[in-house]
């Protein structure tokens, strides 16, 4: 029988969530046109008051708000409380520019726990597991986020944050973790790592993991259970918006379910703005409906996927989110075509390699180049050229068809390529250098 964390806000009816959305948003808005100068200008420059917002169906008319705006309200600018209200800080990993900074009342942090809460319950957990968070803890939302949600549900929880492979390993096994939070790069990392230590699915107690905070593929999710024996479910968030748990994914596995009491979701066209149709793949846009400290609307988050009103089997009716296939801004333009690093995993894992690999990208006389490494499995591994020419034609022919340009690809020897304890970098673009 599926489990809520809070019933009947998870099952309510179309009607009742966006009678309740409304009325947020009301609320809300009252709040950044007195709390908050710049929403108050950002608002004036486009012609809109409180008043003219009296629903949901009047949100097109607020102002988008970007990184830029967040960039241009560093570090205090977008504060919605007085710091002294204020409890926490948290900051995005960005590595160019300022960092973002995200402010936390405690009211903001307790609902932030309630969102992975749910999460965690959506995955199976109650007071009876143990719950291992491998995510980084500090200015990072992944460790204190699911570990909000963690105690929110009662769960022993093992805070060990990323790092130390072989720790990790032992104290799932020790302590009996039968829940293990990580970034999926991370959990595969765990999951090659018990298999030089010659452990199967039956040596570690864990039934459920809970990754996110990047892309992962279908069949890297697939590789994780088998060799973990768990069942992987993915989580979505964003510093900007508390952190990991906007949207979470249930038994179905087929998407994200959106936090609606708490986040109203859009579809944009990112280039023009235009609000799309449900259904249409574009730019994800959030407002946050009961934030206190900093209190986003219309937030283009560059995450580009699509959303689904259909029943689903879980008996939740919060709206579902595909998995990003990246955000747009990780989007490489090569020879003047779009290419996700998704879409290059996909062809990897497709063919049986590891989801370890490195893309780079680079120009020689004018014209893009692209060079894919790829790590192959102890199995794979040979001295025999021919061998490798003929798996490396294959996956060049692989990545044709998927992509429609021609890569380079290189087969490097297993373990050559550097693993992550958190995000993986995967893209190396020296066009930019
Ligand atoms: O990554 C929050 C998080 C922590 C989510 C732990 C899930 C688990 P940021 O560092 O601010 O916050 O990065 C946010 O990461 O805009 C997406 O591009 C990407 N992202 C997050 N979750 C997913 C996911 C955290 N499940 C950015 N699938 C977002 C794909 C994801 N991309």
Known sequence: MERYFQKEIETASRDEIESLQSRLLVKQVQHVWNDVPYYRRKMEDKGVTPDDIKGIE?????????????????????????????????????????????????????????????????????????????????????????????????????????????????????????????????????????????????????????????????????????????????????????????????????????????????????DTGEVLPAGSEGELVFTSLDKEAFPLLRYRTRDICTLSYEKCSCGRTFVKMSKPRGRSDDMLIIRGVNVFPSQIETVLLNKGYPANYQIIVGRENSTDTLDVHVEMTPEMFTDNLGEIEERQKALVDGLKSMLGIKAKVTLVAPKSIVRSEGKAVRVIDNRKI
């Open 58 to 270: 009047d949100l097109h008319k607020l102002p988008f708000v970007s990184k830029a705006d967040l960039r241009e309200s560093y570090p205090y600018g977008l504060l919605g409380k007085p710091l002294k209200d204020c409890v926490r800080i948290h900051s995005t990993s960005g590595t160019t520019g300022k960092r973002v900074m995200a402010f936390y009342t405690q009211h903001d942090l307790d609902l932030w726990s309630d969102c992975t809460a749910r999460a965690i319950v959506a995955a199976g957990g109650t007071d009876e597991d143990v719950c291992q968070v491998s995510y980084g803890y500090g200015l990072f939302t992944g460790g204190a986020g699911l570990d909000g949600g963690s105690h929110k549900v009662g769960c022993l929880t093992i805070p060990t944050s990323s790092g130390n492979t072989q720790r990790q390993i032992m104290f799932i096994k020790d302590l009996n973790a039968t829940i293990l939070c990580c970034t999926p790069s991370y959990a595969a990392y765990l999951a090659e790592s018990m298999k030089e230590m010659d452990m199967g699915p039956d040596d570690i107690p864990l039934k459920a993991g809970i990754f996110g905070a990047e892309a992962w593929s279908e069949s890297m999710r697939r590789d994780i259970e088998k060799t973990m024996g768990i069942k992987a479910y993915d989580i979505y968030g964003l510093t900007e918006l508390s952190g990991p748990g906007v949207s979470f994914e249930c038994s179905a596995q087929t998407g994200m379910h959106i936090n609606e009491d708490h986040f109203i979701a859009e579809i944009i066209d990112p």
